[in-house]
């Protein structure tokens, strides 16, 4: 038999006989891809528009500097707890953001919804403050715990209020929420976390008001 006459074998038979594993890249060149993942989903939250109407006018201004968080919660990924001591994230959906970031820009925005301070603003952009708010985010997750099907959307923020140029710290105060999701779908689950950040923020921009009136 001529060597014109030897039958030739496929590509992908000859690896299959040979029991060859070829890398990622040469399998793509021989049109074997991987099935591509649908991107995630973005989301973003809301500023607070809606306040009491007892906060007081302050003639002062505030600069807010950016939340400390975890590591856990310092990412764009969306985090949900399924045990006490596990954090996860949920597969294809992130913040538009870094959560941090995210509500570092809807706690101003909230501030200037309010109406009741001359000014606002991040801290370190020019802004002469009278006084600084440092602020921490040490929940904002959704939460799986004792057997429920739905979850539970908690965040929870320290606020620390310091008078400028001092650098001394007038008061400090914690603020959480507690959200049940109405069902287990991700746009209820956003929906319950603009709910609970909502809540905190309103509190929040209150709080501070009050005591900087107050001072």
């Known amino acids: 038999m001529s060597k014109h006459d030897v039958p030739i074998l496929s590509r992908r038979r000859l690896l299959v006989l040979t029991g060859t594993v070829l890398p990622a890249g040469v399998i793509s060149a021989c049109g074997i891809l991987p099935t591509p993942q649908p991107p995630s989903q973005l989301y973003r939250l809301s500023p607070k528009s809606t306040f009491d109407e007892n906060i007081p006018n302050v ?47 809807l706690l101003v925005e909230s501030f200037e919804n309010s109406g009741k301070i001359v000014g606002v603003g991040r801290s370190g952009v020019g802004l002469r403050s009278d006084y600084e708010l440092q602020t921490e985010l040490r929940e904002f997750q959704a939460e ?72």
């Open 59 to 105: 003639a002062l201004q505030l600069g807010i500097e950016p939340p400390l968080a975890p590591a856990g919660l310092n990412s764009s990924q969306i985090a949900v707890m399924r045990g006490e001591l596990t954090m996860d994230y949920f597969a294809r959906a992130k913040w538009v953001d870094t959560a941090p970031a995210m509500v570092h820009r």
């Open 144 to 215: 799986y715990l004792e057997g429920g099907a739905v979850p539970k959307i908690r965040v929870r923020m320290n606020c620390k209020l310091v008078k400028i140029p001092q650098r001394i710290i007038v008061a400090s105060h914690s603020f959480e929420s507690l959200r049940p999701a109405p069902d287990n779908r991700m746009e209820s689950i956003i929906k319950s976390f603009d709910l609970a950040l909502g809540n905190v923020m309103k509190k929040i921009v209150g709080w501070t008001l009050t005591r900087v009136a107050e001072l």
